[in-house]
């Protein structure tokens, strides 16, 4: 039996990275005694898949896996038998069984949306931060990203959806973004800010929350 | 502190400095069953570890203190370990200072650091560490507002070369050492003691040292004795120790880390002490004596922790588990219950003998460990000097054995430079090497693995307190090379087999300050000053700033770790009773010059506490599971 879950992931544990957040829920399935199914080979591992990984650092209302079972499980019960072994910033929200959509998640993901909060390192107007956001949503937004073939000024204005300026007060903003997110890749958000401090002449420290990621669970079917 | 400095709180402070170091884990927390505590009027006691979270979480010892001591009500015992470079660069230019990985409390908020003392190299990170909290380096500079700062673990059997640095050490096993500690330092505060008051009641502690109240002394450049300055100190402090091991306390739910530690299991320690005597192995005698937990102690741990950690591994060691009372029973019994649940069960240090020979192939079946011996020396006339009851016969038994059972990676330890070393014993190492790989190879195609991955490590010989070699010198970093060299060239073309030396530079180091005296914290804090950090990595280690570090202060690397010190030569640990005598240590000394070797002390007492071992060494006592001659007269069962 295939359970797809969402959970979230919070203050501390938003710095556990991609491959130790594996372990975390492996260990946590263990706790919990749930019949695990395992890979063939020399080095059995459950199988367990995340739809797609979260920056370190960034906390999340939403992530994706999916786990293979040995035996039934009701996904109530797998929900709330994990949450009372997890970590305190992991939680499943919501557990269902995959029924018979054998493959990944990767590939149903859309978009996601989060919300930021830059905390300026010096003084920065209002006026100048929207008029800053204006001009970087007016036309291409060329970064450099680090590709397989070196570092390469590409044009990331087709995967930002939106950015609102939501909240600004003592040289703190908050924004809500939204940006692609597919199994080829998606909005890189250290390089869209990056692209705003350069517009200002300013560096911020930033806090982000993923607050959804979109899936077409059409695609199930 | 304010709080909140411009439009940032000390919180979001943290986790900026946090988000961008490269192992963020290291200092992040909240790992499950982390111990939590609110509440006024706690005794803050920060356990730091002067090494990365990754080596200091992988410290049982740490572990065992972490949960005595969060066990009272009186005291919350919150892990601080030595930030990596990266996090302190951070913190210097932001000017935050080092906190503790559970509340984040700033580390000169507490009320008592105490630090792991497990190698030498580790000791210029300690410095890291005050330094980062704003406390002074040297114990005479630290006023009455400042934390106690205390020290711990093996390298406490020479406590001089920190001996400025430190308040008050722990000398010996800590699960009832550090209880006595806290109620002696509740008291006081009570009281409104002073920290010196306070530090007189506490050095009448059996197992406590407070360095403050002794003065060294020194003639023709080197160590003449120690003179008490307060009349109630004791003259000799003596290692404390855990009687009832089994009862004694231990680590409570394990806490799990979220990042790949350097020892990521269950460690459960089946004994603690080790009653074989080699002659260069400190722990060999600074455990003494032997005290096991029974196996159904072990069991209840493993299957208890199994359970709040859901880690798959169980790693049931200690310094020779071959030689534990119950380890054919233990070995079947533990493998039965664990495997069936993908739980992988492993014995370092287990030397293995033909009745282990069938759960050898059963461990095989769960996961390959690597298959390590340690002969130390490469011929027999050598391993006799120091004592290594190994012969080359029960090693390639062994190997023989681990071949036919599908291993087919060995590793092989060794040390260089060891008391009346030839050329002709270095050269034995590559023989023993050969002969290991010509018992692979000639054994049938389809009865052994593939191919043979043999590796000879050889590190370099480190004399070191309250062993027999003791007052033996190191080599010279120029005879440790040309040995290393030779060696090197022996192993040349042995099918399967590949060397592996340590740097020599650290173990020069590591033996002057094993050996050291008092006059060498002002070396560390010099060579601190000159960017020396994390001296046991390679990588990390400044040759320049400890040179001249040592220069600076008139001393000399060589004096230390090179010199033979005489017999009757007054040693800088001499106050340091470990138990086991020096008139042991002489008759051992002078046996292995004698190439006399020196029985298991599991057959016959060898007299090493002297006249302590009524009040210490139950071993051979009636009632005592080491008796043999009581277990015949119980008869058959
Ligand atoms: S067997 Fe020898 S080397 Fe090993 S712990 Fe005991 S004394 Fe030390
Ligand atoms: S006193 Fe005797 S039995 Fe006890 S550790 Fe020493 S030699 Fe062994």
């Keep these: ?221 | 502190m304010d709080d909140k400095v411009r439009n940032m709180t000390r919180e979001e402070r943290l986790n900026s400095l946090i988000a961008k170091v490269e192992k963020p884990t290291r200092y992040m927390g909240g790992e499950l069953n982390m111990r939590v505590k609110s509440g006024d009027g706690l005794y803050r006691f920060a356990l730091c570890f002067p090494d990365t979270y990754e080596i200091g979480m992988s410290h049982l010892g740490s572990r065992i203190i972490y949960n005595v001591l969060n066990k009272r009500d009186d005291t919350y015992c919150e892990r601080c370990y030595a930030p990596w470079v990266d996090m302190e660069a951070l913190l210097r230019e932001s000017g935050e200072k080092l906190f503790s990985i559970e509340t984040k409390r700033p580390l000169d908020e507490f009320d008592v650091i105490g630090f792991s003392l497990l190698y030498e190299m580790c000791y210029t990170n300690i410095l890291t560490m005050l330094d980062l909290s704003g406390i002074p380096l040297l114990a005479r500079e630290r006023g009455e507002d400042c934390p106690l700062v205390c020290a711990g673990g093996p390298c406490v059997c020479n406590p001089e070369p920190i001996a400025d640095i430190v308040d008050l050490f722990f000398f010996g096993d800590g699960e009832e050492l550090v209880n006595d500690f806290m109620d002696c330092y509740a008291r006081c505060k009570k009281n409104g003691a002073s920290k010196r008051e306070m530090l007189l009641e506490m050095s009448g502690i059996e197992g406590i040292y407070v360095p403050a109240f002794y003065r060294a002394e020194y003639e023709n450049g080197q160590f003449s004795r120690l003179v008490k300055t307060e009349e109630k100190a004791p003259d000799t402090v003596t290692r404390r120790i855990v009687r009832d091991l089994d009862k004694a306390e231990f680590t409570g739910d394990l806490i799990v880390p979220y990042m790949n530690i350097v020892h990521d299991r269950i460690a459960l320690e089946l004994f603690r002490g080790c009653t074989r005597g080699c002659r260069f192995c400190q722990a060999g005698f600074i455990y003494r004596p032997i005290r096991e937990r029974k196996m159904n102690t072990m069991i209840a741990y493993a299957d208890e922790q199994l359970k709040c950690t859901g880690h798959d591994e169980v790693s049931l060691f200690s310094l020779s588990s071959g030689d534990y009372t119950e380890i054919h029973e233990m070995v079947p019994t533990v493998l039965e219950r664990y495997t069936k649940d993908k739980v992988s069960v492993s014995f370092p240090s287990l030397r293995i003998d033909s009745f282990l020979k069938d759960d050898l192939e059963k461990m095989q079946g769960v996961r390959k460990t690597g298959l390590t011996f340690a002969p130390e020396a490469g011929t027999q006339r050598l391993r006799d000097v120091i004592n290594k009851g190994v012969t080359e016969e029960d090693l390639l038994r062994t190997v023989r054995d681990a071949f036919e059972a599908g291993w087919q990676g060995v590793k092989l330890y060794f040390m260089i430079g060891l008391p009346t070393e030839t050329d002709e014993d270095i050269l034995g190492i590559a023989e023993l090497a050969r002969k290991v790989s010509r018992e692979f190879y000639s054994m049938p195609k389809e009865k052994r693995g593939k191919g043979l991955r043999c590796t000879v490590s050889a590190s370099t010989f480190v004399p070191k307190p309250f062993t027999p070699f003791q007052w033996e010198p190191q080599i010279t970093v120029e005879e440790v090379l040309r040995r290393q060299a030779l060696l090197r060239g022996a192993l040349k073309g042995i099918r399967g087999v590949e060397f592996n030396c340590h740097f020599s530079e650290t173990s020069r180091l590591e033996a002057c300050y094993a050996r050291g005296d008092r006059r060498l914290a002002a070396v560390m804090v010099a060579a601190y000053r000159r960017g020396a950090r994390f001296d046991s990595w390679d990588e990390h280690f400044k040759k320049e700033a400890w040179d001249e570090a040592f220069i600076e202060n008139g001393l000399t690397i060589e004096q230390f770790a090179n010199r033979r010190i005489g017999l009757d030569e007054p040693l800088a640990w001499a106050h340091m009773d470990a138990l086991v005598t020096m008139d042991y240590l002489k008759r051992e000394y002078n046996k292995a010059y004698e190439g006399a070797v020196t029985g298991d002390c599991r057959e016959k007492c060898n007299g090493c506490f002297g006249a302590k071992i009524a009040g210490y060494c139950d071993m051979h006592c009636p009632g005592s599971k080491f008796n043999k001659a009581e277990e015949q007269e119980g008869g058959d069962k």
């Design chain 1, 1 to 221: 039996m295939r359970i797809i879950a969402s959970f979230t992931k919070q203050e501390p544990v938003k710095f556990v990275s991609h491959l130790d957040m594996q372990r975390l829920f492996q260990r946590a399935f263990r706790r919990a005694e749930l019949p695990l199914a395992y890979s063939q080979g020399f080095n059995p591992h459950p199988l367990l898949s995340f739809a797609t990984a979260l920056s370190v650092g960034y906390t999340s209302d939403c992530e994706y896996f999916d786990i293979t079972l040995s035996e039934p499980v009701p996904p109530d019960e797998f929900a709330e038998r994990v949450n009372a072994v997890l970590p305190n910033g992991v939680r499943i929200i919501d557990a269902i069984d995959a029924g018979e959509f054998k493959a990944s998640l990767t590939p149903l993901m859309r978009s996601a949306e989060y919300s930021a909060v830059l905390a300026f390192e010096s003084p920065v107007t209002k006026a100048a931060l929207e008029s800053a956001i204006s001009e970087l949503l007016s036309g291409e937004i060329i970064v450099d990203k680090k590709t397989k073939g070196g570092i390469k000024p590409v044009d990331i204005r087709p995967q930002l959806i939106a950015l609102r300026l939501t909240a600004y007060d003592d040289d703190r903003a908050s924004f809500d973004i939204e940006g692609r997110l597919t199994a080829e890749g998606g909005l890189p958000l250290e390089l869209l800010f990056r692209a705003l401090y350069g517009k200002l002449g300013v560096c911020a420290v930033s806090f982000v929350n993923r607050k959804k990621i979109v899936m077409d669970w059409s695609q199930m079917k």
